[in-house]
């Protein structure tokens, strides 16, 4: 249930002593909830894309990391910190697209097509990152398939057919793609951006590129996390209608003060809506399970070593390729 503001303040003060005590910092992505991201931004820890989190580790003093954020945002995190560690406030945090991109199937599809270049989302598990060419997120993606299409190469995608798609459009590379989906940025609906866009005739759509191909057509902005909250300020626009997870609105609000924020509509709503706009897995972090991740140690990351080594390889080429 809701807490009160009183329990919110002893959570937090309670957060703030425990970081302390245990040589840890915080690091949430935008789509968690508003005071997840608060108490990492009062606690001096970071709220960002995914790309900066991955970076954020390695550039930290503190010997245990709190990630919270999706499975394999920890496990990343890890890969690239393997001698810190990692706690999660929950490890049932997972990712539609992670889910639906098994390690044999995908790589069974990687060795029918020996001649492509693999180009994995950071949305995967450490298995599929190591049998990976290259690791990208949403903020990066283009850029490495520019880079990849100057060199003549040909790409197996995986796993969001909507991010390759666009990437594909926007860059022409040839690209065996992957059949997964974000369930949460497949449920926009164009029609439903449009008949909002006759009530805000001024608004500018902002989406986020894990949305299907029609959503994507009408934006004003596409984008990462990162990228929509820069567009967000940048734009004259005084209303945003937004297709993204509305975690964001939290730094949203923060980039573009007295702007007017509209959820973009789904598919669905109540019972028929499997997301309405919000992550059910990022949904799972709280002030609750960070606390008890601190206190018991549970919730720790563990990856295989023999993997880290592998899946390190593609994730430190996009560090060093986004620097
Ligand atoms: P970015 O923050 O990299 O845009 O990622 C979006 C996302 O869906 C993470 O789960
Ligand atoms: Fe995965 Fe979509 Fe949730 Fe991001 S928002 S963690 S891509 S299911």
Redesign the pocket.
């Known amino acids: 249930g809701e807490m009160t503001q009183e329990q919110v303040e002893q959570y937090k003060a309670r957060i703030k002593q425990l970081l302390k005590e245990k040589d840890a910092c915080l690091v949430a992505?935008?789509?968690t909830d508003a005071i997840v991201q608060e108490i990492a931004e009062e606690t001096g820890g970071c709220i960002?894309?995914?790309?900066e989190?991955a970076r954020f580790g390695t550039t930290r003093p503190e010997q245990t990391l709190v990630v919270a954020?999706?499975r394999f945002?920890g496990e990343t995190a890890k890969i690239l910190s393997p001698e810190k560690r990692i706690l999660m406030p929950t490890l049932e945090a997972t990712?539609s697209l992670d889910i639906g991109c098994p390690i044999e199937e995908f790589s069974a599809f990687c060795d029918a097509h020996p001649d492509h270049e693999v180009v994995v989302y950071?949305?995967t598990s450490a298995a599929v990152k190591a049998r990976a060419d290259w690791v990208v997120?949403?903020?990066i993606a283009l850029k490495v398939a520019e880079h990849l299409e100057e060199q003549g190469k040909k790409i197996i995608w995986a796993p969001d057919k909507h991010l390759g798609g666009y990437v594909q459009k926007q860059t022409g590379i040839e690209m065996l793609m992957w059949d997964g989906a974000?369930i949460?940025?497949e449920e926009f609906k164009a029609k439903g951006i449009l008949d909002l866009k006759k009530v805000y005739p001024d608004a500018a759509v902002l989406v986020?590129p894990?949305s299907p191909d029609s959503v994507v057509e009408i934006a004003d902005a596409v984008?990462?996390?990162?990228?929509?909250i820069q567009a967000a300020s940048d734009l004259p626009n005084e209303q945003l209608i937004v297709a993204?997870?509305r975690g964001i609105f939290y730094k949203m609000q923060q980039a573009a003060p007295g702007k007017q924020f509209i959820e973009a509509p789904t598919g669905g709503s109540g019972a028929t809506c499997r997301s309405c706009a919000h992550?059910p897995w990022?949904a799972m972090n709280g002030l609750d399970n960070i606390i008890s991740a601190l206190e018991t140690g549970e919730g720790e990351v563990l990856v295989d070593e023999a993997l880290i080594e592998d899946a390190r390889r593609p994730l430190q080429r996009m560090l060093d390729f986004s620097a």
Do not use: I, K, P
């Open positions: 992505h935008y789509y960002s894309d995914s790309l989190m954020g999706v945002m990712c950071a949305n997120t949403s903020s974000c949460v940025h986020h894990e984008g990462s996390t990162t990228q929509l993204t997870d992550c990022m």
